[in-house]
């Protein structure tokens, strides 16, 4: 019996690589502008120097591993305040979803690391190679030894590129001088690192490119829960430009289907056929179509930043329009300003401002030294030989300052304990006097005693009080005094 089953279909497309030409226009302008700010601010930041006096790094932006530290110019994070660092990133991430709901993918078509760096890496290509329709004819051809040499000075120059994104990663955890002028002392944590950011830099903008943008990032799937009806979205008016057509035929609307608006994409899509995952929001299809029209001395704007509220009224006053000056002039006229000020953003601006006040207000507040109190609980109290009580207290102070000092420990509770710290000295009232190292924690066993009769609670509140030299407390910490069940 033959076999009729038919053969099974792939459900994998094959990929297909893409060739994007360049273009020239007012967004590819503004793209160049943010990519050189950007990677202008990347490359030389770890070189700028901030003066923190003798003995504290003077690099102005610096994650300090090794002693735990994060500096930012003028301030300084120690590991406890971490909570600076989860503010930030919520305001990045509210800031994201702002500015997708107000112009939808805009982070990816103009500040996304991986759309920067594909983008320095393809002009380097198009440098060496030439552009779309050279590169295509040359990987169509046979092997030759023009092409060999292109693609080895290609890729020499992407590795060049690459290196550098990576010494520059480490170069933040790293004095920058230190690490170019005395490479034989780096360890090899720092050269696996280096090596790490070199290769995914190389293999992400060099090869991967669209398909990091539509297989393996996720932001793609989230972004249609951030946009609505007013999001500025780049986009193609059908209403003016279908059908499509040769522009001699009266019939036929602006769009001549010339496909420059897919030649000049990063990501190979057409943007005719709608909002789509692999759109990244560039805008270069914008510059690309407006040179077309120009061309045609046609007006510009067939393909642009648009609402799909925009987008569907439109529609709605052409449907029944000829092409033509009449379809264009209703067109337009139904358009609308974006609403800027709607519920979804306002929503975001109110935590983004609620946010930035939480930390600038914790920052402004900051202290610089904090004291606290470990109670002891092996054992939780001691009785002595006449009849009293001890508690053991471990003492931390932390000092985010360089200058360090001398300060007084007293303690507020029920009369009549009596307060020592080991290997401190006391000042004229008895008090123990602490020396207290700048930028750092200085640790101490403090001892609390209740002599024979004293009446105490079975838990008993605490306070103890950080004096500067004046008397005036700088620090205190609330703890409990633990005794037998009376």
Not at 47 to 62: E, I, M
Not at 396 to 404: E, I, N
Not at 451 to 479: C, I, M, N, Y
Request: hydrophobic share 45%.
């Amino acid at each position: 019996m033959p076999d009729t089953c038919p053969a099974p279909t792939s459900l994998y497309a094959a990929h297909r690589k893409v060739y994007p030409r360049a273009v020239q226009g007012r967004v590819r302008r503004v793209k160049w502008a943010v990519l050189a700010l950007l990677l202008g601010l990347y490359y030389t930041v770890p070189w700028l120097r901030w003066d923190r006096g003798p003995g504290a790094p003077d690099q102005a932006v610096l994650v300090d591993m090794a002693h735990a530290r994060l500096f930012f110019f003028w301030i300084e994070l120690w590991p406890q305040e971490v909570y600076f660092l989860t503010g930030l990133l919520i305001l990045g991430a509210i800031g994201l979803f702002a500015a997708t709901s107000l112009f939808g993918r805009i982070w990816c078509g103009f500040a996304c690391p991986q759309t920067v760096w594909t983008d320095l890496f393809l002009w380097v290509e198009r440098r060496i190679e030439g552009d779309r329709n050279a590169r295509m004819r040359r990987d169509a051809g046979p092997p030759s030894r023009d092409r060999t040499l292109r693609r080895l000075a290609k890729h020499a120059a992407w590795l060049a590129i690459a290196a550098a994104t990576g010494g520059a990663w480490v170069m933040y955890f790293h004095d920058a001088p230190s690490l170019v002028l005395h490479p034989g002392s780096v360890s090899l944590q720092t050269w696996f690192f280096f090596a790490l950011f070199t290769t995914t830099t190389y293999v992400l903008a060099g090869f991967a490119r669209e398909q990091v943008c539509t297989y393996m990032c996720p932001w793609p799937r989230f972004q249609a829960a951030m946009l609505d009806q007013d999001s500025l979205v780049v986009t193609y008016r059908d209403w003016r430009g279908e059908p499509r057509g040769t522009p001699k035929d009266p019939g036929n609307g602006d769009c001549v289907d010339c496909s420059a608006c897919v030649q000049v994409c990063p990501t190979g899509v057409d943007i005719r056929e709608g909002q789509q995952l692999g759109c990244i929001g560039c805008g270069l299809c914008i510059d690309a179509c407006d040179d077309i029209m120009r061309k045609l001395h046609r007006q510009e704007g067939l393909i642009g930043f648009e609402t799909l509220a925009n987008l569907a009224a439109s529609q709605a006053a052409t449907h029944e329009l000829e092409p033509g000056p009449a379809r264009l002039a209703a067109g337009m006229e139904a358009r609308r300003p974006p609403r800027l000020l709607r519920p979804r953003t306002l929503m975001y601006g109110g935590v983004l401002a609620l946010v930035s006040a939480v930390m600038l207000g914790a920052l402004l507040m900051r202290e610089t030294l904090s004291l606290t109190v470990l109670p002891e609980r092996a054992p939780p109290f001691v009785r002595l030989s006449d009849g009293g009580v001890r508690n053991a207290y471990l003492l931390k102070l932390a000092d985010k300052s360089r200058d360090g000092g001398r300060y007084t420990l007293a303690l507020d509770g029920v009369s009549g304990l009596r307060l020592l710290v080991q290997d401190a000295a006391t000042d004229a009232a008895g008090l123990p006097v602490l020396p207290v190292r700048g930028d750092g924690v200085s640790s101490f066993r403090a001892l609390v005693t209740a002599g024979p009769g004293l009446p105490l609670k079975e838990r008993q509140p605490l306070r103890f009080r950080l004096l500067d030299a004046a008397g005036r407390p700088v620090a205190t910490e609330s703890s409990v005094f633990l005794g037998p069940q009376p």
